[in-house]
């Protein structure tokens, strides 16, 4: 009687645990339901065994039995490491990204921004449930790379006053929520949802003016040597991009955080070079973008090169002519000067991608900098590159270097930069404000030593590029002229954070076949390949007779 109880133990239990594993492949969402079986058939085994015990051990007396138990045993060993790594990999999580276009892997940009959180921030997708697994691939991320990333998923049907109070309008609204602000951005593109997290992070929108009546660049423009193409992406790093006629004005404007001249033709006017000498010397932020001169005898804006001066930069009259070769790799000639390795400065941090520059000038640390205001290189051409002084030669193609005549061997710097304390700031005195009341509590802000002076008194700073091609429409494209651009406004504007390489679209990977193509293709897999299937039977066929 007991044989036969311990024989049914035997067989329920081993029932229960191929249970449990059918259940683990077909609902691994009922784990309770998976451990209780499991345990249960466990126990039902162990019981058996205990009964046959007499059995088992006269078992162990065969070879066979003994060779068996040794596999057995070796099987079981096995499992016993690949469990034991399963649980060590899961609690020491490492990704792999192996798509050619790493497109489940956060750009350097985002990892910056989340490496920077210093409080918590909660990021809502309402959505329906099913098109939760859709979000969860890009946000996951996101979660991964920051301990002060929360991300919950909500179901706009099931919890519509959550979707009230954060105003939701449509499916597929992500919300950040950050020190009491919110964002919404209905998308799940990588750049579109750091943006959303930049803007809920910096609280505001930062404006850029772009200079005109010059003949500048037009930050509007479409065409080919428009800049709309950046201005779009400056919008995406949370700047809101403005035109300024200084001409029209007496000054620039109080919320301007960066202004920039986009390669003028015409010099700029003194009451205008003034305005700008003033902006600088209240720490403002200039990116001057100048050309070379078109031939020998064209007039240098003199004006505005003596406000660069000032500040420890002098654009060279000469154009740089790159011999390297690297240009032809992107389709150009010897008169787009390639940069493919930065001096160290905070705008070309971890940059590695190469930027190009169509017919650029030198730019030179000035002979007579004034105190405190040295300029740093932080872009440079190849040693085969060499600064033409005879312009008008470049014009025949034929160019070489000849040091007698004036050019300068490379590298070459076509990019230079300056940054010093505000000229123009007085510190900040606590006490009373400016009209004898009590300071505000921002003043209180500013003072956080409790000394009376500002504890991050204004800085001014300035690049300057020869050459404003490279941000075109036409050419942005090249590898990275597109983020050396915006870093560079970046840096001007004080966010260091966001000096980095952006996200990039995933590349199409699909295969175009023209209807030549489909159709050898159809021929091919409907009499080819099984005319020469059938041709190696009957081949075989016959020499086997």
Request: hydrophobic share 40%; no cysteine; net charge negative.
């Amino acid at each position: 009687m007991l044989n036969r109880l311990f024989g049914s133990l035997g067989w329920l239990g081993s029932i229960l645990v191929f249970t449990a594993v059918g259940i683990w492949f077909v609902r691994p969402d009922l784990e309770q339901l998976r451990r209780v079986l499991a345990f249960a058939g466990l126990a039902g085994l162990l019981l058996y065994l205990a009964g046959q015990w007499r059995q088992v051990a006269r078992s162990f007396e065969r070879r066979q039995t003994r060779y068996g138990t040794l596999a057995g045993t070796g099987v079981v060993l096995v499992l016993a490491i690949i469990v034991a790594l399963n649980y060590v990999l899961a609690r020491q999580n490492t990704r792999w990204d192996l798509t050619a276009a790493q497109q489940y892997s956060l750009s350097d940009q985002t990892q910056r921004v989340l490496e920077g959180l210093e409080s918590p921030i909660r990021i809502l997708v309402f959505a329906r449930e099913p098109e939760f697994p859709r979000y969860r691939d890009r946000l996951d991320e996101y979660a991964y790379l920051s301990s002060q990333v929360t991300v919950d998923y909500v179901d706009v049907d099931r919890q519509p006053m959550l979707a009230r109070q954060y105003e939701v309008q449509s499916y597929g609204t992500i919300v950040f929520d950050y020190e009491g602000r919110v964002e919404r951005v209905v998308s799940d593109a990588e750049q579109d949802l750091t943006n959303g997290l930049i803007t809920v992070i910096e609280g505001k929108q930062q404006t850029v003016y772009f200079l005109e009546g010059h003949g500048e660049k037009e930050h509007t423009g479409a065409d080919r040597d428009g800049y709309s193409t950046v201005s779009g992406a400056l919008g995406l790093d949370n700047f809101e991009v403005e035109s300024l006629v200084l001409a029209q004005q007496s000054a620039v404007p109080e919320d301007a955080t960066v202004v920039v001249v986009a390669g003028p033709q015409t010099d700029l006017l003194p009451g205008e070079v003034a305005a700008l000498r003033v902006y600088l010397d209240r720490g403002g932020k200039l990116l001057v973008l100048i050309d070379p001169p078109s031939d020998s005898a064209a007039p240098e804006p003199e004006g505005l090169l003596g406000l660069l001066r000032e500040w420890g930069i002098e654009p060279g009259t000469d154009v740089v002519v790159d011999a390297s070769g690297m240009g032809q790799l992107l389709g150009a000639d010897a008169s787009v000067p390639v940069v493919a390795n930065y001096p160290f400065h905070p705008i070309t941090d971890r940059f590695n991608l190469l930027t190009a520059y169509p017919l650029a000038r030198s730019v030179l640390g000035a002979t007579e900098s004034p105190a405190g205001r040295v300029a740093q290189s932080f872009l440079e051409t190849s040693a085969q590159s060499w600064a033409e002084a005879d312009i008008d030669e470049l014009a025949t193609g034929q160019v070489e270097l000849n040091e007698e005549a004036g050019d300068r061997p490379g590298p070459v710097t076509i990019g230079m930069a300056v940054s010093a304390p505000a000229p123009s700031v007085e510190p900040a005195v606590t006490g009373t404000d400016a009209d004898g009341g009590e300071p505000d509590a921002e003043d209180d802000e500013t003072d956080t030593e409790g000394d009376g002076t500002d504890a991050t008194p204004p800085e001014t700073r300035l690049v300057v590029i020869g050459d404003s091609d490279f941000a075109t429409n036409g050419v942005v494209g090249i590898q990275g002229n597109r983020d050396m651009f915006l870093n560079t406004v970046n840096w001007l504007a004080q966010q260091e954070n966001l000096i980095s390489i952006r996200a990039r679209e995933p590349e199409d990977r699909r295969l175009t076949l023209t209807a030549d193509q489909q159709r050898r293709l159809y021929w091919l897999s409907l009499l080819l390949v099984p005319g020469f299937v059938l041709g190696t039977g009957v081949y075989t066929w016959w020499r086997r007779r």
